[in-house]
């Protein structure tokens, strides 16, 4: 167990300078595994050391990959497609819904057992969406908590290839069947309806793997076509920051009177960078410099000021380019004047916890107006009040936008446990402080 740490976010004078956020969460851990199941050693350059990616590397060495650090690169010696060993113990996950379901699809073609486990929240989280259809490739999972981990996960010895539709956008069901398709003879076939992240695709592509897109008929999704039995080659990886984590600054800056910064070499990945197009629509002054490429996705630095934010209402269609920034959103509506709808919103009450409920309790506790639907919420904003305690339930994003909520409320907010920040972002609470946070 980590100390719990409890921190106060009080109004900031103003916040300048620049920062970097660390690498993207996704990209890490698809790094670690895609040089897993290559054939030689795949250099990784900025990936993200946090607690959730180190799990995912702890897993793989227990299976016999050796990842070593070598100055700031990550070099990670794979064992080939199929090639993963029987852990004799644990894989424990933490935190890491993405690790954790990324792996199952890995092993659903692995010819053993391991026990799957991690922290309470996520062995609260539904599995089912991912064992489901790795059960129609011929996996099993052996455990009593309602499908749920702690459980021991069976790969199987003859991996049938699938055609799936995703009942839900998701991008970890995607990866989970695409890597269990890696080790499996003919054509893994995936439908999905809405389109998500595609770091998978993306890279699976890199490391050689024969797997193409397209677009579906109605535009909005695609079509993602697997031929397996794959040979993946070691290939070197840079990872870009995470969009998700520049969001925290990001409306840092746009809530902070007189703030000015720039938040260097976000990725603008369009399945990921939903948020930054909703703030610029709500008048947030976010300019985009220095366009650029780094590791296969465009980036740019953001220079992010102050700004008198609107309302907007933001439709169902745009939540899975923005899945995890609605928490931050939440926190820029409470600063914006009017109000603010978010629709399509029932994946947050799946993740790290029920971010829907947590996130209407913390804005109401803070004097936010808001109404919480099954799968909407609505925010009046304009002046914030302040002065709420907010139990984070173990996640991360809910400590962060809470933390910065914090910077121009009228009253400090205090978060129970902000060592939940580890999981995506170590260097928080310090980069924070540099641009002129005050938490303490
Ligand atoms: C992720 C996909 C998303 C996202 C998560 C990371 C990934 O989850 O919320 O933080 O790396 O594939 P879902 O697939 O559940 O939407």
Aim: charged residues 20%; contains cysteine; proline residues 5%.
């Amino acid at each position: 167990m980590k100390n719990k740490l409890q921190l106060r976010a009080s109004v900031a004078n103003t916040l300048s300078g620049r920062i970097r956020v660390p690498g993207d969460k996704s990209t890490s851990h698809r790094s670690l595994i895609f040089g897993a199941l290559a054939i030689g050693t795949t250099h990784v350059s900025g990936m993200l050391e946090a607690e959730d990616v180190m799990a995912t590397a702890e897993a793989l060495k227990k299976m016999g990959v050796n990842i070593q650090k070598n100055g700031g690169i990550w070099q990670i010696t794979g064992t080939g497609v199929g090639g993963l060993q029987k852990p004799t113990e644990p894989l424990d996950f933490g935190n890491a819904g993405t690790g954790s379901r990324l792996m199952m699809g890995v092993l659903a073609s692995h010819n053993f057992s391991a026990k799957f486990t991690g922290d309470a929240s996520l062995c609260s989280r539904p599995m089912g969406r991912v064992t489901d259809p790795l059960g129609e490739i011929g996996a099993h999972i052996y455990g009593d908590n309602n499908g749920m981990m702690p459980f021991t996960f069976s790969g199987s010895d003859n991996p049938l290839p699938i055609e799936y539709t995703l009942p839900m956008a998701s991008a970890q069901v995607k990866s989970a069947i695409l890597l269990a398709g890696l080790n499996v003879e003919g054509k893994t076939i995936i439908h999905e309806p809405i389109a998500t992240r595609n770091h998978t695709e993306k890279m699976m592509k890199h490391f050689g793997a024969d797997i193409e897109v397209f677009k579906s008929q109605d535009g909005g999704g695609n079509i993602i076509i697997l031929n397996g039995p794959a040979q993946l080659y070691a290939k070197d990886v840079i990872v870009p920051a995470d969009p998700s984590s520049a969001a925290f600054p990001i409306v840092a800056a746009l809530i902070t009177p007189g703030a000015d910064i720039l938040v260097e070499a976000v990725m603008l990945n369009p399945t990921r960078s939903g948020l930054i197009d909703v703030l610029r629509q709500m008048g947030g002054n976010i300019e985009f410099i220095n366009e650029r490429e780094e590791g296969g996705e465009n980036v740019a630095d953001l220079r992010v000021k102050y700004s008198k934010l609107k309302s907007v209402t933001v439709p169902a269609e745009h939540s899975s380019s923005m899945i995890d920034e609605y928490p931050i959103l939440a926190v820029a509506a409470s600063y914006a004047e009017g109000e603010t709808k978010m629709l399509g919103l029932e994946e947050l009450r799946v993740k790290e916890s029920d971010r829907l409920a947590i996130v209407a309790k913390g804005l109401a506790d803070n004097g936010v107006i808001c109404k919480e639907g099954e799968d909407w919420l609505t925010v009046t904003g304009g002046k914030v009040k302040g002065g709420g305690f907010i139990d984070t339930k173990l996640d991360h994003r809910i400590a962060m936008s809470f933390l910065v909520m914090g910077l121009n409320a009228q009253y400090p907010i205090v978060i129970d446990d902000c060592s939940v920040i580890l999981t995506s972002f170590p260097s928080f609470i310090e980069d924070m402080k540099k641009l002129g946070a005050d938490f303490n």
